[in-house]
């Protein structure tokens, strides 16, 4: 069996932002009623944060999770810890309705840092990415062209994106392209 590397195996671009292969990064993603005390209290044993708010996400010390619908969150946590707990959810989640599924090797993420991180993404999405509209513990689903992509800050110079593993290599290029020195029309 070959060893398991991320889309871009690790490349990186400086221009304008800096543009980054964020590597292999466990995800789950986790379906059910997110109202639900059994769904709150196994994503509580599973990362150890609380369930986030409407477009909301948490990071801490053994993962994060980020709200990606009504009834859909994405886990995130180590690469090699993704298959340990959809097993520990399905157990905690038992007698629920749920979906718990690992699609750390089909999706592919990037982290954009720099003073323009927001004018990148706003050159291929439609969402409102302005300081009033996106703070660091949102997140927004939405596209990049016309793939699909979910993206949040980390900080005010850090953006967290993540793509299907499938149009991960077109992704990182077009990031490239629009992080280009001198192509940041500085609006935002």
């Known amino acids: ?6 889309v871009m ?23 059910g009623d997110l109202g639900s005390a059994k769904m709150a209290k196994a994503v509580k044993s599973a990362i150890g944060l609380t369930l986030p708010d409407l477009r909301g996400i948490k990071s801490g010390k ?33 007698g629920e309705h749920f979906l718990a599924l690992n699609v750390s090797d089909a999706r592919a993420s990037f982290t954009l840092s720099g003073v323009g991180v927001r004018e990148v993404i706003a050159k291929g999405s439609p969402a409102d990415i302005s300081v009033q509209a996106l703070l660091p513990g949102e997140i ?9 992509v979910a993206f949040w800050l980390t900080d005010a110079q850090t953006i967290e994106l993540v793509c299907f ?8 290029k077009w990031l490239c392209v629009a992080a280009a020195e001198g192509s940041l029309p500085e609006y935002l």
Do not use: H
Request: proline fraction near 3%.
């Open 9 to 31: 195996n690790g490349a990186s671009f400086s221009g304008a932002v800096r543009v980054q292969d964020a590597g292999l990064r466990g995800m789950i993603t986790l379906r």
């Open 1 to 6: 069996m070959s060893d398991a590397v991320s």
């Open 140 to 148: 927004r689903r939405s596209r990049l062209g016309q793939v699909a």
């Open 62 to 94: 053994n993962g994060g999770v980020a709200w990606m619908s009504p009834d859909e969150l994405m886990l995130f946590c180590s690469y090699a810890e993704a298959p340990l707990l959809v097993t520990k959810l399905e157990t905690a989640l038992a």
């Open 165 to 172: 593993r499938s149009v991960g290599a077109f992704v990182y």
